[in-house]
Nanobody, 127 residues
C-alpha cells in the first residue's frame, strides 16, 4: 500500500511563495513518476506538474510554467512543489499523486493515469 501525505499549504499574499511537500511511503517511490494537481472550489481537478523517477524531466501546465518548480529527493521519499509569484487564481487544494506508468505523459495529462493520491493541502493566495 502506498500512502502520500502533502504538507506546506497555507495562506500567502499575492506575489509570495510556498513550498509544498509530499511524503511517500513504500519502497517503490524512487521508481515512480509523480504528479501535482489542484482543485479550486467549484472546479475540476487540474494538472499542475509532473516529474519523472529521476527528477531529470519535468512537465508543467502553462498556467504555472515559469513560476512553479517540481523536484524530488528519492532518499527522503519526498517530492516538492516550489510555488513562486503566487496569484489569487492559484488558490486551491493541492494534491500529489503517483503515476501508474513510468512513461512521459502527453498533454493534456489525465487524472486516470495516476493510481495513488494524497489527501491534499490547502493553498490560499490573498490579493
Amino acid at each position: 500500500q502506498v500512502q502520500l501525505v502533502e504538507s506546506g499549504g497555507g495562506l500567502v499574499q499575492s506575489g509570495g511563495s510556498l513550498r509544498l511537500s509530499c511524503a511517500a511511503s513504500g519502497r517503490t517511490f524512487s521508481s515512480n513518476a509523480m504528479g501535482w494537481f489542484r482543485q479550486a472550489p467549484g472546479k475540476e481537478r487540474e494538472f499542475v506538474g509532473w516529474i519523472d523517477w529521476s527528477g531529470g524531466i519535468t512537465l508543467y501546465a502553462d498556467s504555472v510554467k515559469g513560476r512553479f518548480t517540481i523536484s524530488r529527493d528519492n532518499a527522503k521519499n519526498t517530492v516538492y512543489l516550489q510555488m513562486n509569484s503566487l496569484k489569487p487564481e492559484d488558490t486551491a487544494v493541492y494534491y500529489c499523486a503517483r503515476a501508474a506508468s513510468p512513461g512521459i505523459p502527453t498533454m493534456p495529462v489525465q487524472i486516470r493515469w495516476f493510481d495513488y493520491w494524497g489527501q491534499g493541502t490547502q493553498v490560499t493566495v490573498s490579493s
